[in-house]
């Protein structure tokens, strides 16, 4: 399903991306542009990190506060 149609960026896109190490939406923005055009997929694609990072059990990072970019 897609989370930023603007963009053309799907949910499967976005967790792998967070398996990847992003962990925020200024690292989805950076590889994806994601809410970059209308905006409206900001809070959705929140979402998907949070719940990425949960269900991977990899919420530590991400409860620290970490705005980490692993990702080149
Ligand atoms: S839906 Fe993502 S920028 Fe419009």
């Avoid at 542009?33 to 990072?53: F, P, S, W, Y």
């Avoid at 949960?54 to 970490?66: F, I």
Wanted: proline content about 0%; charged content about 25%.
């Amino acid at each position: 399903m897609y989370v930023c149609i603007c963009n053309q960026v799907n949910e499967r896109t976005i967790a792998e991306a967070v398996r990847s190490g992003a962990r925020s939406l200024d690292c989805l923005l950076q590889q994806f542009d994601i809410a970059t055009c209308c905006g409206k997929c900001a809070d959705d694609a929140r979402r998907v990190i949070e719940n990425t990072l949960v269900s991977d059990n990899m919420q530590a990072g991400y409860d620290l506060g970490r705005d980490a970019c692993a990702v080149a």
